[in-house]
């Protein structure tokens, strides 16, 4: 995959990635990614009725699976293009992948962000030297041709969240690891739910899986009203979603999909899931009150699936990305207050008769 560059704006390739671009990512970020646990639940195995293990992507460096991407992409900079620095839009987990990517490379980092996005996000963004840029971009959806002046002004390098060959071998990583954990507890997974916005992890593991692993489900999970991955498997082309969709998983509400990320989860996935605001928040507080984890809206949304029964876990192994931990203490406390009085396991146990709080 190498760059080029068309009128002075340096683009990348748009071929997908190949399964040998995710090993030579891997080989990359060995020891500078997190190397992040697989963790088994005997109160989620009940829920379910079969073994869910959680990739725990939230213990990552920047607090999400971001920064594999984002490092493998800004690591091969030349030297001319470290010079110009590097260009990233995000709603905040890709914003500080970036930023941290940037700072090991010692390459100055503009990271554009929506006025609306979380502040710890912003914070932490900040907190890796990038310059920060606020904008409004779902009212203007003007993101990327702003990035495009700007990098031209300054000769910088633009590093998209997910649309890229490199992002998404960086984010196949995660699908690696899982294999390799899975192997060494002797167990095969049936299938793999992966959060999906623009579709770069989705498409990432789903490269692995198809390679490595042909017999695993692969699919994109994602909040009603921004499904629009789900709806463009079901149409055959790219959809997006309508413009007065809400939902507070924000770091999910990128639409349409990725050109190259949708040509390979067509060709790769099993289909797509969709949970609501009220299951991702159930979710949230079934993690937090049973598993003593912490996970953001966005990255709860497979496990949402499973404790909402979107997927049949019925004896078999099914593996979730917990795709980031980054969520402001007032929505997190919200999420707690919104399930408080019928909490997934409380639900899930009066079903199964197998477990009692």
Do not use: W
Not at 105 to 134: C, H, N, W
Not at 159 to 173: E, H, L, W
Request: with cysteine.
């Amino acid at each position: 995959m190498a760059n080029q560059s068309v009128g002075g704006v340096k683009a990348v390739r748009k071929e997908p990635p190949t399964l040998d671009d995710v090993y030579d990512a891997a080989s990359r970020l060995q020891g500078v990614a997190v190397y992040t646990p697989l963790l088994e639940s005997q109160v989620l195995n009940d829920l379910a009725g079969g073994r869910v293990l959680l990739k725990m992507e939230t213990l990552q460096r920047t607090g999400s699976f971001k920064f594999r991407g984002a490092y493998n992409r800004i690591s091969r900079l030349s030297s001319k293009e470290k010079d110009g620095g590097i260009i990233a839009f995000s709603s905040g987990n890709h914003a500080q992948g970036a930023a941290a990517a940037a700072q090991l490379a010692g390459v100055s980092a503009l990271i554009m962000m929506p006025s609306d996005a979380p502040q710890i996000k912003v914070a932490g963004t900040r907190s890796y030297g990038a310059e920060v840029m606020f904008y409004d971009y779902r009212k203007t959806g003007t993101r990327e041709e702003t990035a495009a002046r700007l990098a031209a002004e300054r000769n910088a390098t633009i590093v998209p969240p997910y649309d890229d060959p490199y992002i998404i071998a960086g984010q196949g990583t995660v699908a690696l690891e899982i294999l390799a954990q899975a192997n060494g507890m002797n167990v095969k997974i049936d299938s793999l739910l992966v959060p999906c916005s623009g579709g770069g992890l989705t498409a990432g593991c789903a490269i692995v899986m198809d390679g490595m692993s042909p017999g695993t489900s692969v699919y994109s999970v994602e909040p009603k009203g921004f499904e629009d991955t789900a709806r463009s498997l079901a149409s055959g082309e790219r959809v997006s979603n309508q413009p007065d969709a809400r939902s507070f998983c924000d770091a999910l509400l990128i639409s349409p999909p990725g050109e190259i990320t949708f040509a390979v989860n067509r060709a790769k996935l099993a289909g797509g899931l969709v949970v609501s605001d009220d299951e991702v928040a159930d979710a949230i507080a079934f993690a937090f009150r049973r598993l003593k984890l912490v996970i953001e809206p966005g990255g709860s949304v497979g496990l949402a699936a499973v404790l909402a029964g979107k997927i049949d876990c019925a004896g078999k192994t099914i593996a979730v990305v917990c795709s980031g931990a980054n969520v402001d203490p007032k929505v997190f406390c919200k999420a707690l207050e919104r399930s408080a009085h019928a909490s997934p396991s409380e639900n899930a146990g009066a079903r199964s008769n197998k477990v009692t709080i």
